[in-house]
């Protein structure tokens, strides 16, 4: 079992920043890619980044590109998401997830664990 604890989220006017934490405990955090997907108010939860094993592999949605940045720090057992030049759209509860392999990371269900969301509000 891997428990997910995110943190960082908040209320922050469009063009603000914030920096999402999670935090895991149970299992060795290297042995999982982490992402973060994030759910808006009547829709589906969607794909915002993911990070292989090592850290050496990123992706991210086309909507955050160049604007988010994705990190882990294994040593620490912690996955961040920062978050620049924020807008309204970006709105949302943020969750992250753990999967034990490299593959399939843009896929929702494919993820073994996740947290249980903190809450991102961007102000117009």
């Known amino acids: 079992q891997v428990q997910l604890v995110e943190s960082g989220g908040g209320l922050v006017q469009a063009g603000g920043s914030l920096r999402l934490s999670c935090a895991a405990s149970?299992?060795?955090?290297?042995?999982?890619?982490m992402g973060w997907f994030r759910q808006a108010p009547g829709k589906e939860r969607e794909f915002v980044a993911t990070?292989?094993?090592?850290?050496?592999?990123?992706y991210y949605a086309d909507s955050v590109k160049g604007r988010f940045t994705i990190s882990r720090d294994n040593a620490k057992n912690t996955v961040y998401l920062q978050m620049n030049s924020l807008k309204p759209e970006d709105t949302a509860v943020y969750y992250c997830?753990?999967?034990?392999?490299?593959?399939?990371?843009?896929?929702?269900?494919?993820?073994?664990?996740w947290g249980q969301g903190t809450q991102v509000t961007v102000s117009s």
């Open positions: 149970g299992r060795t955090f290297s042995s999982y890619a």
């Open positions: 990070i292989s094993r090592t850290g050496g592999i990123t």
């Open positions: 997830a753990a999967r034990g392999s490299d593959y399939g990371l843009l896929i929702s269900r494919r993820y073994d664990y």
